[in-house]
């Protein structure tokens, strides 16, 4: 069974940076693109933010674009996202799965953006 583990995620004050891991397990990692989603409060729904893939390229939500880069390490079978010029407003917990999604989510990681 596929699994996602993800890491990295922490306290930073706005206009700081994180970069979250996503380690992906099984054969998928070669085979399909993976995506980067949170979760927000008050509504805790989930939202796509980043997507890296051989077939569909790089693309990333409108909030994003400019700030956040999602890259791939073939050798560790991990996903990058590297998070720049972070606001409060993106405080969630981030997760990563296949793209388009598979009901197999990880623990996620929580990214708070605080002073």
């Known amino acids: 069974q596929v699994q996602f583990v993800e890491s990295g995620g922490g306290l930073v004050q706005p206009g700081g940076s994180l970069r979250l891991s996503c380690l992906v397990s099984?054969?998928?990692?070669?085979?399909?693109?993976v995506g980067w989603y949170r979760r927000q409060a008050p509504t805790n729904a989930r939202e796509w933010v980043a997507?890296?893939?051989?077939?569909?390229?790089?693309n990333y939500a409108t909030s994003v674009k400019g700030r956040f880069t999602v890259s791939r390490d073939h050798g560790k079978n991990t996903v990058y996202l590297q998070m720049s010029n972070l606001s409060p407003e993106d405080t969630a917990i981030y997760y990563c799965?296949?793209?388009?999604?598979?009901?197999?989510w990880g623990q996620g990681t929580q990214v708070s953006v605080s002073e």
């Open positions: 099984g054969s998928i990692f070669s085979r399909y693109a």
């Open positions: 799965n296949r793209w388009p999604a598979i009901d197999n």
């Open positions: 997507t890296s893939g051989t077939s569909v390229g790089t």
